[in-house]
């Protein structure tokens, strides 16, 4: 998939919040859809006209029996892609409450969770790259790593 397809060609399906669905619900979790859904709805202009922080919100609410927490979906093969400003986000979202990660792998065939602590650390250890369309930085995380 290349930046220079369509945007609803390259997001027409989420497989990382797919496989994300599908776990939380083999495990009976309780969760309900918390961030932005609007791919599809609002003009990528429109949308940011929304304050970054805003647009950042994870993808779920998790509820456990004593706790609620955030969770994002992410969707990798080989290498996770994320983009420095959005974990800046998710860093204060995480000084409200706990943000954690659902990583799915399409060529490992299997998924990774960890918190926002643990996953900036490590990001904090790995190459910073730029995307070609943008210019805005990612942290290269190989999923081995995670």
């Not at 083999?26 to 918390?34: A, C, D, I, M, P």
């Not at 859904?37 to 929304?50: A, E, G, P, R, S």
């Not at 927490?69 to 400003?85: F, H, S, W």
Request: aromatic share 16%.
């Amino acid at each position: 998939m290349s930046y220079k397809q369509p945007f609803k060609e390259r997001n027409k399906s989420n497989i990382g919040e797919e496989q994300c669905e599908k776990y939380l619900e083999s495990k009976g979790v309780t969760y309900t859809r918390y961030g932005f859904d609007c791919l599809f709805d609002v003009h990528w202009k429109k949308f940011m006209l929304i304050p970054e922080f805003l647009r950042c919100t994870p993808d779920y609410m998790v509820m456990t029996d004593d706790k609620a927490m955030l969770l994002e979906a992410k969707y990798c093969g080989e290498i996770l892609r994320l983009k420095v400003d959005d974990m800046r986000q998710y860093g204060k979202w995480n000084d409200i409450v706990d943000v954690f990660f659902f990583i799915y792998s399409s060529t490992k065939r299997t998924h990774k969770i960890l918190n926002y602590k643990k996953l900036i650390n490590l990001a904090s250890m790995c190459e910073i790259d730029r995307y070609e369309d943008n210019n805005k930085p990612y942290y290269k995380i190989n999923f081995e790593d995670i």
